[in-house]
């Protein structure tokens, strides 16, 4: 009987623990399902938000350049005159002339808002660029405002008021005219990836972050790698066991949790305000993000190089190699799989933050390409955050595809240190 009865306590005992056991599966099943359903938003809104943005809005028009006011006696272009000629009014001009019922002056500035600010700009680039020929009517198609572009892709409701709508009646009457007679279509926007900055939403690019931001990640590994490495060999081989070393470590752990934004007062305090260095230049934005960085490289170094078996290392004393030798030509070779593999984390995170960088002025607007470490710059995550702050819906547009295209970069960067780690990994 007392046999009996401790068999059924062991059953009952097996079943309640199988009973927690499904509930845990299934609570961890429902967590990640939670996880992954936001994510799927997130990447559906973004996605939804942001890929009209890769196709902008031009109208054609016809347009004669006066080469009496751009070209010299040898019939060659003068740049001087080419940059003092009144191209906007040029094209502004040639666009009315699909509009000849337009008289009155209040009238011809609705119509004028109707094309890109920049379009004589962009027009004059074509001529200087001799894309163009000069003297002869063509047609030129040239970007719209970025009003009539949220039009064309559906983003502004013609049904509203017109007092809260950004495009009258009559403008969106005149639109309906233009691409009835095949005088306006989507085109693809390179400029999204060939250009820099812009007060215009149309005429804005991400290509000046992009470049700020692979400036300041090169000056980010160059200091972070070689300190994080070289602090790891110390600390696992040559630094003797104390408080002193104790101390190291545990703030070098809580250095990597340590809010980015701290990072950046402190580059704040250090690098403009004790050493005057200028601001909003990738060289310091590389120098705080390596500071962030370096306790995350240093972690994943040390983690290596406690994982490569303690008989190499002391193989290669045995045969008379210094400490310093074994460490370098013995130990690191086999931790680089495990060293690489923390060094792109690491610099995936930096590529994605934005606070440290608005902390030292890389907040700017820039309307230049940088060509160098010390050219006035911004980066991709602050590029972000300004157009999103913008009230224009292109700006939001177009602050949605860069998100995608940050993503990619992200992720590529994820997936290569998990490919790198299983090819080059050694199994012990």
């Given at each position: 009987?007392?046999?009996?009865?401790?068999?059924?306590?062991?059953?009952?005992?097996?079943?309640?623990?199988?009973?927690?056991?499904?509930?845990?599966?299934?609570?961890?099943?429902?967590?990640?399902?939670?996880?992954?359903s936001f994510l799927a938003i997130f990447l559906y809104t973004i996605f939804i938000n942001?890929?009209?943005?890769?196709?902008?809005?031009?109208?054609?028009?016809?347009?004669?350049?006066?080469?009496?006011?751009?070209?010299?006696?040898?019939?060659?272009?003068?740049?001087?005159?080419?940059?003092?000629?009144?191209?906007?009014?040029?094209?502004?001009?040639?666009?009315?002339?699909?509009?000849?019922?337009?008289?009155?002056?209040?009238?011809?500035?609705?119509?004028?808002?109707?094309?890109?600010?920049?379009?004589?700009?962009?027009?004059?680039?074509?001529?200087?660029?001799?894309?163009?020929?000069?003297?002869?009517?063509?047609?030129?198609?040239?970007?719209?405002?970025?009003?009539?572009?949220?039009?064309?892709?559906?983003?502004?409701?013609?049904?509203?008021?017109?007092?809260?709508?950004?495009?009258?009646?009559?403008?969106?009457?005149?639109?309906?005219?233009?691409?009835?007679?095949?005088?306006?279509d989507l085109f693809f926007n390179s400029t999204f990836f060939t250009k820099a900055d812009?007060?215009?939403p149309e005429s804005a690019g991400i290509l000046g972050a992009a470049v700020g931001s692979?400036?300041?990640?090169?000056?980010?590994?160059?200091?972070?790698?070689?300190?994080?490495?070289?602090?790891?060999?110390?600390?696992?081989?040559?630094?003797?066991?104390?408080?002193?070393?104790?101390?190291?470590?545990?703030?070098?752990?809580?250095?990597?949790?340590?809010?980015?934004?701290?990072?950046?007062?402190?580059?704040?305090?250090?690098?403009?305000?004790?050493?005057?260095?200028?601001?909003?230049?990738?060289?310091?934005?590389?120098?705080?993000?390596?500071?962030?960085?370096?306790?995350?490289?240093?972690?994943?170094?040390?983690?290596?190089?406690?994982?490569?078996?303690?008989?190499?290392?002391?193989?290669?004393?045995?045969?008379?190699?210094?400490?310093?030798?074994?460490?370098?030509?013995?130990?690191?070779?086999?931790?680089?799989?495990?060293?690489?593999?923390?060094?792109?984390?690491?610099?995936?995170?930096?590529?994605?933050?934005?606070?440290?960088?608005?902390?030292?002025?890389?907040?700017?607007?820039?309307?230049?390409?940088?060509?160098?470490?010390?050219?006035?710059?911004?980066?991709?995550?602050?590029?972000?955050?300004?157009?999103?702050?913008?009230?224009?819906?292109?700006?939001?547009?177009?602050?949605?595809?860069?998100?995608?295209?940050?993503?990619?970069?992200?992720?590529?960067?994820?997936?290569?240190?998990?490919?790198?780690?299983?090819?080059?990994?050694?199994?012990?």
């Open positions: 009987m007392n046999s009996q009865n401790y068999e059924n306590a062991i059953r009952t005992s097996l079943k309640k623990r199988y009973a927690k056991e499904t509930r845990l599966k299934f609570y961890g099943i429902i967590s990640i399902s939670f996880a992954l942001g890929y009209t943005a890769l196709q902008q809005t031009q109208t054609l028009v016809s347009i004669q350049i006066p080469s009496d006011k751009i070209m010299n006696e040898n019939g060659k272009l003068d740049i001087k005159k080419s940059r003092n000629f009144n191209w906007g009014g040029l094209v502004k001009e040639a666009f009315r002339t699909s509009f000849p019922e337009v008289n009155k002056q209040t009238d011809k500035r609705n119509l004028n808002s109707l094309v890109s600010e920049n379009a004589g700009y962009q027009l004059r680039l074509k001529v200087e660029n001799g894309s163009l020929k000069i003297g002869n009517k063509i047609d030129v198609w040239i970007k719209t405002s970025d009003d009539v572009d949220m039009l064309m892709k559906g983003h502004m409701d013609r049904n509203v008021a017109e007092k809260n709508r950004r495009l009258s009646d009559q403008q969106i009457e005149w639109v309906d005219k233009l691409k009835k007679e095949g005088k306006l812009s007060r215009e692979t400036f300041a990640l090169f000056i980010t590994l160059i200091l972070a790698l070689p300190l994080a490495v070289m602090s790891a060999i110390y600390l696992e081989y040559f630094a003797k066991p104390g408080k002193i070393t104790d101390f190291i470590e545990v703030n070098i752990n809580n250095l990597a949790a340590v809010p980015s934004i701290v990072f950046g007062l402190l580059g704040l305090a250090v690098f403009l305000g004790f050493f005057g260095m200028p601001r909003s230049v990738p060289l310091v934005g590389g120098m705080v993000l390596a500071l962030m960085t370096l306790p995350t490289i240093i972690i994943a170094t040390r983690a290596s190089i406690r994982a490569v078996p303690t008989s190499i290392r002391d193989a290669a004393l045995g045969l008379g190699a210094s400490k310093m030798q074994a460490a370098t030509d013995h130990v690191l070779p086999l931790a680089a799989p495990g060293i690489l593999t923390g060094t792109i984390i690491g610099m995936a995170q930096a590529l994605g933050e934005s606070a440290p960088l608005l902390m030292i002025g890389m907040v700017a607007f820039i309307v230049d390409v940088p060509n160098s470490i010390t050219s006035p710059a911004t980066a991709l995550p602050v590029q972000i955050f300004m157009w999103s702050d913008s009230a224009e819906r292109a700006f939001s547009e177009r602050a949605s595809l860069a998100i995608m295209v940050l993503l990619i970069f992200l992720i590529s960067m994820n997936i290569t240190a998990v490919f790198l780690r299983r090819k080059y990994e050694t199994k012990w």
